[in-house]
């Protein structure tokens, strides 16, 4: 399964953010790409006053743009994420969009990412946005795929119910910062991989050292090893990893994790 992470840069203006993902997907798409992943709030500044104006409800120019383009080149499409507009309220939601342009999947950022480091990094999304209810997988010709965002990943519950759904390869669009992305970015996602034993795959803006929350990039694969297939630096680029789903049952065999729980003493269980 060949996947293309595109670290894009993010501007103010987002008619061009959009225009940009289109090209990237482009790009991807003439690599031979099966899924192309954006990251997260690739269409609109991470600032809290940018959310709602930024937002759109369903089917929305960046929604309808996606969809296009993944019909056109026959591609997979996860949509990072964006402000979606909804009774009201806004949530931080990535789409994805199969190869006849169909939504197959809307994940709602479940976690919201309210931090307070002292000397580094603040933020509280909880002040404009909502959050998600629900865990999301879904379906495709290569098994069950999985989706969360960002903040989501710190759970280990949540990455544990998609893998236990079946879910060999998890997405992450996301957005880390230059006080938690040094310090845990890496770690997280192969603790992930290592735990669950299939695939994650990280996808930040390009970092933008003028903008008021500075994304760390570093957008990464880490195979069921817990090894990192590739990385980027802080630059805006296009990643691409060949992802041979056979490690996932390889490691599994060879390591049994999953099967040796005692499910007996503790259980991880969706509600
Ligand atoms: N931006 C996020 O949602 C999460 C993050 O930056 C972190 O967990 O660190």
Redesign the pocket.
């Known amino acids: 399964m060949r996947t293309a992470l595109i670290q894009m840069s993010v501007a103010a203006d987002r008619e061009e953010n959009i225009a940009r993902a289109c090209a990237f997907l482009r790009e991807a798409a003439a690599r031979d790409t099966d899924v192309a992943v954006l990251p997260e709030m690739f269409c609109c500044p991470y600032q809290n006053h940018c959310f709602r104006p930024y937002g759109e409800a369903a089917n929305g120019p960046a929604q309808a743009a996606l969809s296009a383009l993944a019909a056109e080149l026959g591609m997979y499409v996860v949509g990072g994420s964006l402000p979606e507009l909804s009774e009201g309220r806004v949530y931080n939601t990535s789409y994805v969009y199969d190869r006849q342009g169909r939504e197959i999947a809307k994940h709602r950022k479940v976690h919201l990412?309210d931090?307070d480091v002292a000397g580094g990094q603040r933020?509280r999304e909880s002040d404009t946005l909502s959050p998600g209810d629900q865990i999301t997988t879904f379906e495709t010709e290569f098994g069950i795929l999985g989706l969360c965002i960002?903040?989501d990943l710190?759970f280990e519950e949540l990455s544990r119910c998609m893998c236990l759904r079946g879910a060999r390869v998890i997405f992450v669009p996301?957005?880390?910062?230059m006080t938690?992305g040094p310090a845990?970015w890496e770690l997280l996602f192969r603790q992930r991989a290592v735990d669950n034993q299939c695939f994650f795959v990280g996808v930040s803006p390009a970092r933008d050292e003028s903008a008021s929350y500075v994304a760390y990039g570093n957008s990464l694969v880490t195979d069921p090893w817990g090894t990192v297939l590739c990385r980027a630096a802080g630059e805006e680029t296009i990643l691409y990893s060949d992802l041979d789903l056979s490690r996932v049952d390889a490691v599994r065999h060879q390591l049994p994790i999953l099967s040796a729980r005692r499910t007996d003493l503790y259980e991880v269980r969706e509600k």
Do not use: D, P, Q
């Open positions: 990412f931090i933020f960002c903040f710190r996301a957005a880390f910062n938690t845990h």
